[in-house]
């Protein structure tokens, strides 16, 4: 069984910040909330978590093997170098959507996100180091078969995005309804999920039903370790073992199918 | 008529750069995608375009104002500051839609995004000083009514991310079809559209047709301007008078629906 | 005669928003300080502009080319993304060190760097564009003879930082004591000076005195233009010169000495 | 006794790079520059470690806690998202000075700084956990008494530069012959000096000589820790002392004089 700890890290009151004393330039919001993401990715990737972007204001991290001291010190990093702080919600769990759910009531109970008096909210449930083990994480790393071949050189630029954002949509509606997972665009034609154990036959299921519905047709490679970082990279070699083989989904283990 | 100059920014040779010699860290990847998005929103900002993330890979920007020695500096400047080069492909007309056509047929013609020959192009037809007049480009900022109430604030975060998910799949797919518009999630619960000349009716309908799809409720602010920075700025405020006024659709000159 | 338009960007209330409520992280402290470079790095360089980090909370920068309205937008842009503001001062005289002592004087007769009431001054005199010419900029760019044979490869690599420091001490303190000139450490073993027009004796003058005084050897590219960007550029060419002819002072139109 | 773990982080071949296949613009340098800086400072300090920017293609930080395998990590996280890589020298000794020589040999026994071949050294003496104490870092931070009121208030910005760098280059002298320590200035009128096991009367008479050679009026908070991050802290608070004490020397333990 998997072991998932998700933190969310969420911008505090930061809608009325973009609008006061009057609408922020969009250029410069769009500056700060991705070289706020940028700096996470680094924060949290410095020891082995891994982060998404989400909604910018609202991300979703993978945080095994960072504990309530390594959350304290990225809150207060962000605190000194930007004019805006995030309040993060920790919780664990074999789901990783369930897990979420806990981690974002942490910061509901504790205030709105658009409640200038709650910020810096820190807390929830941290994976024990005595209660870890080498199969707490599954991440899938999907992309599209031949995207630059189909849409990239041949699609006016916004038909090839159209076409991977339909993709992207029914996947992660597929996979959140049937099996409890997060998943998330990360760029190009790539999606990576944050997986519950799921057997080969549940992705080679998700694939048929993308390419049912939306005529998308997609590849995945499967990576289970102790971190993020580990089950991610695993999963990233198991998908250029798609490219290879011609397999549609392929583990780190080396089972294909 | 709208008269929108767009640019397709395209990094040269990026899937296999990812790879080579192996899969490269996600988080540094993550890393290097944003802050490149951050720079360029920053060199287009800075001479009052627009840049959208898009697929990180493949971004759109409105350049009105940029012309070839302005592209020329920005395209010089990623190069010397990044281990990747960017191709970037313009063009002008009426339709945003149109002009990506031709922006992407550019590059395409030039090679695949994929070859790695075929680095740093830069071509296509700006907008001459003579023919700019202070109505080329309509921006529309939409937002959903009272996202943290219904969803931030209620649901876990991977829901009240997969309803605006939703909303803005829809709308994207129907402002591209009905009206030749390029639709961007741009954080939160925020989208911005760069629209050929649009009525408010034919934005009424799009938020009816969404309401009526997939039951997220939008509002929007739409301004007209010489340049991307100016009829974002007021669509900006006049979506502030959505808020304030309850209305569902406020153009910057006043008048509401 | 040049005729230089110099800008002093002072952070507002910096010292105290260092340690309070406590003192921050070191770490974070260098993190934002160098970003904030890097970013007005690329505000004025968009411009044609050139900014040296000095103290990194006073900032010295060449802003030829840059009239009130970029600089406001400067200062906006920098409002909108850290958690401090800037604030600035703007002059204009063939000496570089006297057009930098009036931009002072515009902050200092507005208040204390430390006074928290002092915020995002914006005044001066712009150079108009009328009264521009291809003359206004001299720009020299030194660097150390072999430093990588004679120190970096042979020397504790503090004491290669020392031998170039004093290099670069003494020449600071006799370009401003004789010429008027503002000299930057640029990194690696380049300083470059903004003067006023000054003949090649002068420069021969200036390298035997540093040769003299802390028996380091420089040689020295200058450039003249309109902007701090092309004089900039063409004293790194005539740099070059010196590095392919032997030669200690090269000027960009070809002379040498 | 102290035990100063020093990290010399050079960039491979850096010189050549900046002109090659012409001389790139120096704001696209200065930014490279800086931002790499600033990403070492996050990178290092994330495990409590301090870098200085020292020469900016030469850098030196100060890594007690960061084993072989935090500094590869840094290394490929560098090489990820830069258009250069860099070379790590690393050593451990009381005396800091001595560290930083021992760390500089690893780098030139492999090859030159502009040696297109020699790159991404990693190698040297990693203090090993067991051999660790509470007592391995000192770390004394220096700043100029008032130097608001004193200079930035009332002199030509460029002249509070001047003998702000005056009395560091003096500073800097003094550690390194009678003390070997390692001072850098880091920004304002601030320097931050890296100790062997020194006594109050050595700083005492530190600043007593840079007050008689320069007549520049310093104070300083000197911590002892496990690492970088903690006497730094601790320094910091120390000097906060002297702030409100009036003190010229005061240690992290209280004592002053």
Redesign the interface.
């Known amino acids: 069984m998997t072991n998932t700890q998700v933190t969310?890290v969420?911008v505090d009151n930061?809608?009325p910040w973009t609008?006061t004393p009057?609408?922020?330039?969009?250029?410069?919001?769009?500056?700060?909330?991705?070289?706020l993401?940028?700096?996470l990715?680094?924060?949290?990737?410095?020891?082995e978590?891994?982060?998404f972007?989400?909604?910018?204001?609202?991300m979703?991290a993978v945080t095994n093997g960072l504990d309530r001291e390594a959350h304290a010190?990225i809150q207060?990093?962000v605190a000194?170098?930007?004019?805006v702080t995030v309040s993060l919600g920790v919780a664990t769990d074999p789901s990783p959507?369930a897990a979420?759910?806990d981690?974002?009531n942490q910061l509901?109970a504790a205030g709105?996100?658009?409640d200038e008096d709650r910020t810096q909210i820190l807390g929830g449930g941290f994976l024990a180091g005595a209660d870890r083990t080498d199969a707490d994480v599954q991440i899938a790393h999907f992309d599209v078969i031949d995207a630059?071949g189909k849409y990239?050189?041949?699609?006016?630029?916004?038909?090839?995005?159209?076409r991977?954002?339909?993709g992207y949509?029914e996947l992660?509606?597929h996979m959140?309804r049937a099996h409890d997972s997060?998943s998330f665009f990360?760029?190009?034609?790539n999606v990576?999920a944050v997986c519950p154990e799921l057997t080969p036959a549940a992705y080679r299921d998700a694939i048929d039903h993308v390419a049912g519905e939306v005529d998308v047709d997609l590849q995945v490679g499967v990576g289970r370790a102790r971190t993020a970082?580990d089950a991610?990279?695993r999963a990233?070699?198991a998908l250029?073992e798609c490219r290879h083989e011609g397999t549609a989904v392929e583990f780190g283990d080396g089972s294909h199918y």
Chains 1, 2, 3, 4 share one sequence.
């Open positions: 969310l969420q930061y809608g609008v009057e609408p922020r330039r969009e250029v410069d919001l769009q500056t700060l909330q991705s070289r993401y940028a700096d990715s680094q924060l949290f990737g410095n020891r978590g891994y982060v972007f989400t909604r910018f204001d609202n979703i010190l207060e990093s000194n170098r930007y004019p959507a979420l759910g981690a974002t509901q709105s996100a658009q630059t990239t050189d041949k699609l006016n630029a916004f038909d090839s995005f159209i991977i954002e339909q949509a992660m509606r959140r997060l990360v760029g190009g034609d990576i970082q991610g990279m990233k070699h250029e």
